[in-house]
């Protein structure tokens, strides 16, 4: 040991680069990867030319987002020509999911590390550094001995972050590759969970999302469904988390419909930190594709459970997941899925083209929708949801809502030209950026010197001037 410490080379600043692809749980990991690689002495960079540690973090929900990481992969090659030094590195699903492949297709490649494997990162990352060693780190850790990495306090003035409260996903939905690459369900103790949202709000955090794949099932691994494991479950550990001081917002993504228990749809009307937003998947509206998709959910319960949120909290945004295309997907059923989106009028929805994924059941039914007709579907649920978001948006214009703020306006601070108001600020008077309860982006334009300075983190009172087609423009009323 004390061998290794002598040659090791002497240390020094170096720089580690991480891209991150896919969901929100991976950027949630890339700035635990970042904290980590601390006590190697890695600092974060935003230039990758100058990194001696460049890491991918993956995503393989479909095969576009694997492909990000296959053209990323490319560009960093001459990179790594130029720099043997340099250590590059790839995590996250599509990591899990490839493993040694990897390493043996991409030569320039030194390390795949799984999203289980992120606390043993420092070490890889220096055996790679000083031997030149290639590795694969992608063991699945057994729930009894699954540890969360703690997180360290923001140091960027941010005021909204994530925190992962489960990981994992047990459901096995036939086209969905997340069970192989993220294992099974564990949550993270209700305690730890309370404690890293109690640091953030020490260092000044006002709102947080509580993070993992299917959130409702939280606890469900410790308690079992009968709730006798002695944990919380979902709707309790929103309610302990409410009860911390100075937190003002709460937010939760994602959701299965399976586990939108009661006691959660009840959280929405007793608990006003608990913000009227709520992201719940329901992928088709055809009660057939739902069963070969294996969701488990019925249209009709799901409707029912949209019924009684909007009960518990009228103004309660939803949003949901729609894949079109699936395997076997007919005309008739695809309508039933713009019938339910005419039906629940989300706020909002994330729709996609059915993709194939290695080792999933649904991978085994044949492809047999032509692309063409997959783009058509996929354009004829986007035109209607657009028209249904631009009236819900419109619905704001003229109100008064309750904004957090959260630092400079993004089209303000790159210094983009638009047709809005927005143009004007452009060089001239702060433009601040902040949420809605119903996590709607809203841009306001101020004559105050010091907003950019004094206003993130605040809430203000904020009327709405102006609509566009994601966002509102609005003047500050007064601040609460
Ligand atoms: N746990 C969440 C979803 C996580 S994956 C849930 O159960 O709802 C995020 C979204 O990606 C899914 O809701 C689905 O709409 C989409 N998705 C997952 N696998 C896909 C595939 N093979 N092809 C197309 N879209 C997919
Ligand atoms: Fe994938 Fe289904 Fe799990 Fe969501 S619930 S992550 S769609 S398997
Ligand atoms: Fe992608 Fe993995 Fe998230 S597949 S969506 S990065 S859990």
Redesign the pocket.
Known sequence: MMHTELTSTPDRQRFVYIETMG?QMNVYDSERMGEVLSSEQYAPTDDRSTADLIIINTCS??DKSEHKMVSMLGKLRPLKEHNPELVLAVSGCVAQQEGEKLLKRVPHLDLVVGPDQIADLPVMVRNAREQRSRATATRFIHKNDYEFIEAQAPADGRVTSFVTVMKG?N?F?S????PSTRGREVSKPSDKVVSEVQMLVDSGIREVTLLG??VNSYGLDKRGRKGVGGELDFSGLIDRIAAIDGLERIRFT????MDCSDRLIDAFGRQPKLMPWFH??I?SGSERVLRMMR?RTIVEDYVDRIERLRKARPDIAMST???VGFPGESRADFEQTLELLRRVRYSSI????????PG?A?ARIEDDIPLAEKKERLYAVQQLQNAVTAKWLQSFDGAELDVLFEGPSRLHSRGQKSNSIVARAVGGPPQLMGRTPHNVKVNVETTDFYALRDWPGQIAKVRIDHVGNHSLNGSLVAFR
Request: glycine content about 0%; hydrophobic content about 35%.
């Open positions: 969901c929900v479909r996903c459901k939905c086209f969905c590759i997340v794949q299917n994602t959701s299965h419909p719940l998947p992928q969701r997941d729609i894949i994330y729709a996609f083209i059915y993709s194939p994924r999933t649904a």
